[in-house]
């Protein structure tokens, strides 16, 4: 029907097209016509305000038929569509949608709108797809134009300017193993100095792995006791309250009591007071990666590990973040039967993504681009589909090329394969097929023809043959064209066979068109 539908051209804007969505209120679709009526009433011309009108009188008195808006939704097709000029011949056409219909649709031109319809009969080919950075990833598909979001995953990553890092004043004193103290910015890699073992509540020694150094412009000076200390915003410092917790130099209250290195005990005391403190530019600060208890003693208060630490925790997490992304992308794509993946993000994650082993083999093998995109959400999979576009052309072509190509060996090698109209019908017929391969610009049509001395016939030819009278031998006339193309792929579904609609633009699909534009490979051969 839609082929047949796509072949009707108005005289002037006098075609009608209403799409009613699932479950939208047919009573409002009524009103609103009626009022578009009377509109239609104001045209200039008469004659497209006689079609107008008389075509919207057609859709009104289906629609009321109906008692309600049909499961699927309505898409109902009217107008004029006589061939001669002046003459009235005003058909309508209704279907039911394979699938819910979504979009609300009046619309009066020289064709009818069929784009809604042709994507629903189409052949989905379904594509994975992933948008993620470090911080949350959505995983959907691609089926048709049609975007669907199967999942969303947050991670656990720290930001990336991670707090915790080289924040104390190079004077701050750092107790050594041997009890000695030392301006922080003396200490050297490999240097062993007092740390905390929580889990066994004691102190013991750790080594110094590296350290680090950078500016700051403004610090907090805190002061316990009868001591200060000068660090960085940044900087963790343990806490207890009513547990031993970590807090941001910048979220530390008065009376937070601190931990402090007492001989060989860990005393508790609280900070009496708190200040601003503003850094020359030749000052530099430093901090200590220290292994294997991520922590030392800083004018004996004890503070939190460096950079370094939050780096691998960082690079821990992102790790395991993106191993659970590609197990759960993997998992939907596999069952999905995807043909290919588009994977996208604002940064670099979506190249590590794809470069490393987080995906399934199967599934890192059909990764087809890696496209920047500014978001992670279901923005970010609708911008991904849109910048790949010609990926997706491009893959479709090749898709076509390849089954054409695997279809012209099969014929060469003489198996289950056959190709031309009438060949095709007859293992049609037979229930033999089992897949159908047609073009989407098929030239046979069922013309109804007639010549001058009024002998009429029926047959199927391609669209611009000519026909003789079999009795007189004159020209025939079409009286009228009707398209066979829905038949053939309605009659092949019935007897269970796949359909593939491909382009004659291809090379491949120029040489099969040239050929009749249908074929099919058997599930057995015929005589």
Known sequence: MIRELEKIKGRHTELVSVYIPAGYNLYEVINQLVEERSTAENIKSKSTRKNVVAALEKIIQYLRLFKQTPPNGLAIFAGNVSKFEGKDDIRLWAIEPPEKLETKIYWCDQVFVLDPLK??????????????????????????????????????????????????????LIKLANKQEVPINKVKKGDEVLSYDFAEGKVKVGVVKEVYKRKVEKA??????????????????????????????????????????????IKEIRIKNMSETFIEASIFFYDLEVEPYGNY????????NSQGRYDRLRED?????????????????????????????????????????????????????????????????????????????????????KLLSDFFVRLREGENAIVGFEKTLKALEACAIDELIIVEDFEYVRKHLVCENGHKKVAIMKREE??????????????????????????????????????????????????????????????
């Open 119 to 172: 994507e629903m009969v189409k052949e989905k080919d379904v594509y994975g797809l992933i948008v993620l950075d470090a911080k949350e990833a959505t995983i959907g598909l691609l089926k048709g134009r049609k975007v669907i979001i199967r999942k969303r995953l947050e991670s656990t990553v720290p930001s990336k300017t991670v707090k915790g890092g080289m924040c104390l004043h190079k004077s701050t």
């Open 466 to 527: 000519k026909a003789k009278c079999e009795i007189c031998g004159k020209d025939m006339s079409v009286e009228r064209e009707e398209e066979i193309f829905d038949e053939i792929v309605l009659k092949a579904e019935e007897i269970g066979a796949k359909v593939s609609i491909v382009s004659g633009e291809t090379e491949e699909g120029k040489g099969f068109k040239s050929m009749g534009g249908i074929g099919a490979i058997l599930r057995f051969k015929i005589e």
């Open 297 to 304: 003693f800083a004018n004996s208060l004890l503070v939190h």
């Open 220 to 265: 907090r000076k805190i002061f316990f006791g009868k001591d200060s200390i000068i660090a960085s915003y940044d900087h963790l410092f343990f806490v207890k309250n009513d547990k031993i917790e970590e807090k941001f130099v910048e979220n530390l209250e008065k009376q937070d009591v601190l931990l402090l290195l007492e001989g060989e005990e």
């Open 317 to 401: 997490a992102i790790n395991e973040f993106l191993s659970k992304v590609g197990k759960v992308a993997s998992n939907i794509f596999l069952e999905e039967k995807v043909i290919g993946v588009l994977i996208g993000g604002p940064g670099p994650v979506k190249e590590r993504m794809v470069k490393e082993d987080y995906l399934h083999y199967q599934i890192k093998n059909k990764v087809l681009a890696v496209k920047d995109v500014g978001y992670t959400d279901e923005y970010g999979l609708e911008e991904l589909v849109k910048r790949s576009e010609d990926v997706l052309q491009q893959a479709e072509i090749f898709k076509e090329k």
